[in-house]
């Protein structure tokens, strides 16, 4: 028998008023499909905003997919909002919204925007969903403000989940549980402090590695059900392990279910070309001025931090938010009311966006991918900065690998590109990212980048990895990158982990876990990696060498270590550096120690002189290895 559509809502005033305020940061547990039951009976409420409609229809599973079968109530106080209770729709269900606009009436039928679940990829519906997770990570979740906080070591393994690794005999992903186990000790192993997903909200495309999002509210159904990612979450967590999710509030996609033209209208995008569409990425951008948009977006962060218990959002893609003219020719873009390319509607978002995390979840952190030199992205609202907790410091990623690239022999002509960095450094919260974007497009592997012949190669990467170690700023390394992969990163494939049988892979792979140990061991390396206080030279003007020298130092000076980078193949001994005071340098990581399958130059415990030397009182001669870092600690 046919149920029918009761009028019913989960609505207050108040909420309404939120929403069109663009203030409902929980707008999630109203709009959407929730079960309830409603004088007795069972069933699922539906919601949807869609002010241009004339008719919405839920069709699904339960109606044969028929138009007009179960049509919603709009309310009455212009919200636009579409409701109603239809007994007997439980878990499982799967729905779409068919809409019929007041616009040329035109017909949509698209997914919900809230849906929790959506149906795997090519298939398009969404799915009626209720958790039933019991979380066991509360003992994180109350240390979390301490070890998710700037202060602290915070490195970061970014993992595209399709292609880490995959179960090529029966030609299939891990499902989140077996990443519960296999990612989850990786991880571990490794000694990394914090793991970071490229998105993993529902994407109908996979060339698109997930930043084409259809299903905002959902975890992709590729690997699993939301339950299983959330106990996916919960088993990194029981291991003291953060994670981060890569969210993508710059762009969505044009897809036919997706939010595009939803009812007709341009609801979710700008209507203005100029400022609606993403010439790079061929798909549409969100209108950051309309109230609602501003709501569904701050509720989806929230909503992973609050229903998923994740400790930080990388935010994609933040450049092309800020400027009118990001990737645009002239003439292509509108000034704002002032006559500049700020988009000043985004700044905004993002300002609301980052004051409602920081105020509402202690601990969490947010992170900006953000290419240009745009000021204060990671400092406070109230000194005029977006409110980021940390950026990703895209200049010294780009002068490291046009560094390392070139011959040592011509790397004494460009020793500012490796030091500048530190003219910068301390302008932003910067965290050192080696990520999935610079292994594809033919751009090589990391390893692919290095000269030299093999040895050197390795040499190279293992020294690139020590310098951005002792580099200021928090670490991300992509996937692979750990064991050196040969070839560009394949999303449709997975890991070479058979290279870990042949030394010089497994070699590096022990220096990162090595690496992670000693930013973890030593506080200098972390306790002041935003302030200039962490950081001083020692020398950076020995181009002829191609020789870095510097002290890292946290709160107490006795932590202090010293580093030097050797960038080219030459052994140099008796290389006499100043030191801030007396006492002995003892070596704590050395690049080319034989375990790492480098050459095996190393150091015994040195005498450090009461000798002058570049500008200090106190100086050792050490000998410094083959494209090689050294750090010591002095005792």
Request: a negative charge.
């Amino acid at each position: 028998m046919k149920q029918e559509v009761q009028l019913y809502s989960l609505f207050s005033d108040f909420d309404i008023s939120l929403f069109k305020a663009g203030k409902h940061f929980r707008i999630y547990e109203k709009l959407g499909s929730h079960i309830l039951e409603i004088n007795g009976q069972k069933g699922t409420y539906f919601a949807v905003w869609a002010p241009s409609a004339k008719e919405v229809s839920v069709v699904g599973d339960f109606n044969y997919w028929t138009d007009n079968e179960h049509q919603l109530f709009v309310r009455w106080d212009s919200s636009g909002i579409w409701e109603g209770f239809i007994p007997g729709v439980g878990k499982g269900s799967r729905y779409k919204y068919k809409i019929t606009s007041a616009i040329d009436n035109i017909k949509t039928e698209k997914a919900d925007p809230y849906a929790r679940k959506c149906e795997h990829p090519p298939a398009t519906a969404s799915i009626v969903w209720e958790d039933d997770y019991s979380w066991k990570d509360k003992k994180w979740l109350n240390s979390r403000k301490t070890k998710n906080a700037l202060d602290q070591p915070i490195s970061v393994y970014e993992v595209h989940l399709a292609s880490w690794k995959r179960k090529n005999e029966e030609n299939r992903y891990l499902s989140y549980v077996e990443m519960a186990d296999e990612l989850v000790n990786y991880v571990k192993e490794m000694g990394y402090t914090h793991v970071e997903f490229m998105p993993v909200m529902e994407y109908p495309y996979d060339p698109s590695w997930g930043y084409q999002v259809t299903g905002y509210y959902a975890p992709t159904s590729r690997f699993g059900t939301p339950d299983e990612f959330k106990y996916l979450v919960d088993a990194f967590h029981r291991k003291n392990i953060a994670v981060i999710m890569d969210w993508v509030p710059s762009h969505f996609p044009e897809d036919d279910h997706g939010l595009g033209r939803f009812d007709g209208s341009h609801l979710y995008e700008h209507p203005d070309h100029r400022k609606g569409y993403h010439p790079d990425w061929k798909s549409l951008i969100f209108n950051y001025g309309r109230n609602e948009v501003r709501s569904f977006l701050i509720s989806n962060a929230i909503f992973w931090i609050d229903q998923y218990h994740i400790d930080g959002l990388r935010v994609d893609a933040v450049a092309s938010m800020l400027y009118l003219d990001y990737s645009r020719e002239e003439g292509e873009w509108e000034p704002n009311i002032f006559g500049g390319n700020e988009n000043l509607e985004a700044i905004s978002f993002l300002k609301d966006l980052n004051m409602e995390i920081y105020q509402s979840f202690e601990g969490v952190q947010t992170i900006a991918e953000e290419s240009t030199a745009y000021h204060g992205v990671s400092k406070p609202i109230y000194l005029g900065g977006l409110g980021f907790g940390m950026k990703w410091m895209m200049g010294w990623m780009h002068d490291t690998l046009e560094y390392f690239k070139k011959d040592s022999i011509y790397r004494q002509y460009h020793q500012n590109d490796i030091s500048f960095s530190l003219t910068y450094a301390f302008s932003e919260n910067f965290t050192l990212p080696l990520s999935h974007d610079e292994v594809v497009y033919g751009k090589k592997s990391l390893l692919g980048r290095m000269p030299g012949d093999e040895w050197q190669r390795f040499a190279n990467l293992r020294l690139m990895y020590a310098y951005m170690y002792s580099h200021p700023g928090n670490k991300l390394l992509f996937m692979g990158a750990d064991i050196g992969q040969y070839e560009e990163w394949n999303y449709n494939g997975s890991l070479d982990w058979n290279l870990l049988d042949y030394p010089v892979h497994s070699g590096l792979n022990k220096l990162v876990k090595d690496l992670n140990s000693i930013y973890k061991k030593y506080p200098a390396l972390y306790e002041k990696q935003f302030s200039p206080d962490g950081f001083e030279w020692i020398s950076y003007d020995d181009s002829q060498n191609a020789i870095l020298c510097y002290l890292r130092k946290g709160r107490e000076s006795k932590n202090d270590l010293v580093i030097i980078c050797n960038f080219t193949p030459t052994v140099l001994n008796d290389y006499r550096i100043g030191v801030p005071r007396g006492g002995k340098l003892k070596e704590i990581l050395n690049t080319d120690h034989s375990k790492y399958e480098g050459s095996g130059v190393r150091n015994n415990k040195l005498t450090i002189q009461n000798q002058a030397f570049h500008g200090r009182d106190y100086s050792v001669a050490l000998r410094l290895p083959p494209l090689g870092a050294v750090f010591f600690s002095i005792e």
